[in-house]
C-alpha cells in the first residue's frame, strides 16, 4: 500500500556530508511523522532525528547540532543532512513514516529498504 524508497547514502570521509533522502508513495492520505533510524553491526536500531507534520523536529543527543531533518510534505519526502560526519555514524538508515492510508484510513507504520552509510577515518 505504500512504499518508502530511501537514496543518498554512500563513504564518505570523516568530516564529510551526506544527504538521504525518502521519498513515500502509495495509497496515502496523509503522513503524521518521518524519521530515520539506524543500526551498526551488532547494535540495535536507534532513532536518529524525526519531523511530524507541524514541523517539530527530535534528534538523537549524538548527531544533535550536525544532523538535520526537513521534509517536503507536497513530495511525502523527508530528508537527513549529515554534516561533520564521524566513523561511529556507520551504519544502515532506514527511513520510517506514520501513514494514515487513503482507502481504510487507519495508521500504519512504514520502513524503508536501508541505505548504507559508511564513514572512513
Known amino acids: 500500500q505504500v512504499q518508502l524508497v530511501e537514496s543518498g547514502g554512500g563513504l564518505v570521509q570523516a568530516g564529510g556530508s551526506l544527504r538521504l533522502s525518502c521519498a513515500a508513495s502509495?495509497?496515502?492520505?496523509?503522513?503524521?511523522?518521518m524519521g530515520w533510524y539506524r543500526q551498526a553491526p551488532g547494535k540495535q536500531r536507534e532513532l536518529v532525528a524525526a519531523?511530524?507534520?507541524?514541523?517539530?523536529?527530535n534528534y538523537a543527543d549524538s548527531v544533535k547540532g550536525r544532523f538535520t531533518i526537513s521534509r517536503d510534505n507536497a513530495k511525502n519526502t523527508v530528508y537527513l543532512q549529515m554534516n561533520s560526519l564521524r566513523p561511529e555514524d556507520t551504519a544502515v538508515y532506514y527511513c520510517n513514516a506514520l501513514v494514515r492510508i487513503a482507502t481504510t484510513l487507519s495508521t500504519s507504520y512504514y520502513w524503508g529498504q536501508g541505505t548504507q552509510v559508511t564513514v572512513s577515518s
Open positions: 519531523i511530524i507534520s507541524g514541523g517539530s523536529t
Open positions: 502509495g495509497s496515502i492520505f496523509s503522513i503524521n511523522a
